[in-house]
């Protein structure tokens, strides 16, 4: 596609749900990001990854959140036991570039997580 | 570890006036800048970038930055703002060590633009 593309746009999720998230970055694109972004905050970095490979997983809150990327295309962020405090926007973006590089992300619209 | 600061929640202007949406930095080294734009509902769009070189960069839809080393700014700036400029800013940084390094946002500036 054009773009980074995010499904589900909305999710509503009882407390204690498990809940996935899905991210289809622009083809090509050798690095995915997942953001997290509270109301009236800045997006807070969750985890990378580099083709197929995590390189780096420092932002995730808690042992809750799991991110994957089986074939280096598509990702995947998991939520088990849904907790209040995980209501958010959760970003995606792509780029080009490998890590060390000074391009630009490309973000998709996000999916809106709330849990009740 | 890098940080941004957005000082300003909320920025007025009238349409045609110049506007300027300020971030200062803290980062080891030199560092990489960037502005982003949110519009309701939507991802963020990138702006433009101060990688190295000349301090002021020229990004889209006619805005530009300065970065000033000894202020620790990057200063966000438009010379005639118009209403559809109006949405959130994100300045974000990353530091330049090799490897990954993590691009750090601000928390935005809200921007308004009346007609």
């Known amino acids: 596609g054009a773009g980074v593309s995010q499904s589900p746009r909305y999710k509503v999720a009882k407390r204690g749900q498990d809940v996935a998230l899905r991210c289809d970055p622009i083809s090509g694109h050798v690095s995915l990001f997942w953001y997290q972004q509270a109301l009236g905050q800045g997006p807070e970095f969750l985890t990378y990854f580099q083709n197929e490979a995590q390189l780096d997983k420092s932002g995730l809150p808690s042992d809750r959140f799991f991110a994957e990327r089986p074939e280096g295309s598509v990702s995947t962020l998991k939520i088990q036991r849904t907790q209040q405090e995980d209501s958010a926007v959760y970003l995606c973006?792509?780029?080009?570039?490998?890590?060390?590089?000074?391009?630009?992300?490309?973000f998709g619209e996000g999916s809106r997580l709330t849990v009740l | 570890a890098q940080s941004v600061a957005q000082p300003e929640d909320q920025v007025n202007v009238a349409e045609g006036n110049p506007l300027t949406v300020k971030c200062t930095y803290s980062?080891?080294?030199?560092?990489?800048l960037f502005w982003y734009v949110q519009y309701p509902n939507r991802g963020l769009q990138f702006l433009l970038k101060?990688?190295?070189?000349?301090?002021l960069v020229k990004g889209s839809y006619g805005f530009e930055a300065e970065f000033n080393k000894s202020q620790t700014s990057f200063h966000l700036k438009k010379p005639s703002a118009l209403v559809s400029d109006s949405a959130l800013y994100f300045c974000?940084?990353?530091?330049?060590?090799?490897?990954?390094?993590?691009?750090?946002f601000g928390t935005g500036t809200r921007l308004l633009v009346s007609p």
């Open positions: 973006a792509s780029s080009y570039w490998t890590s060390g590089n000074t391009g630009e992300l490309f």
């Open positions: 974000a940084v990353r530091a330049p060590e090799r490897g990954f390094q993590k691009l750090v």
């Open positions: 980062v080891s080294g030199n560092p990489y």
């Open positions: 101060y990688i190295t070189g000349d301090n």
